[in-house]
């Protein structure tokens, strides 16, 4: 089982930046994939943004290319979105999911396991 706590989130204005973190723990040894989903009230859960979690690549919706970035550092196990110039239709909760064998690193059904899901509010 792998457990995954999320931090960061809040209400910030039109244009500011916030930094999502995800720690996973427990048999974290054999994750192959990691990335951060969204969703929004009344909205289908959407892909933000996914990372190899050996290789390092990294995907991005085309919503958010350019202004999220999605990092992991490895001595700490951690993952991160760091969100820049934010709009409001960024709102929604989002979610850090994990998984050993994710063919589709954009689809959710992928991952086995799933954050909380911190909330973020962008206002105009």
């Known amino acids: 089982q792998v457990q995954l706590v999320e931090s960061g989130g809040g209400l910030v204005q039109a244009g500011a930046s916030l930094r999502l973190s995800c720690a996973p723990s427990?048999?974290?040894?054999?994750?192959?994939?990691m990335g951060w989903f969204r969703q929004a009230p009344g909205k289908e859960r959407e892909f933000v943004a996914g990372?190899?979690?050996?290789?390092?690549?990294?995907y991005y919706a085309d919503s958010v290319a350019g202004r999220f970035t999605i990092s992991r550092d490895n001595a700490k196990a951690t993952l991160y979105l760091q969100m820049n110039s934010l709009k409001p239709e960024d709102t929604a909760v989002y979610y850090c999911?994990?998984?050993?064998?994710?063919?589709?690193?954009?689809?959710?059904?992928?991952?086995?396991?799933w954050g909380q899901g911190p909330q973020v509010t962008v206002s105009s």
């Open positions: 999911a994990a998984g050993t064998l994710v063919p589709y690193i954009r689809q959710p059904g992928g991952y086995g396991y």
């Open positions: 427990g048999r974290t040894f054999n994750l192959a994939s």
């Open positions: 990372i190899g979690w050996r290789s390092g690549i990294t």
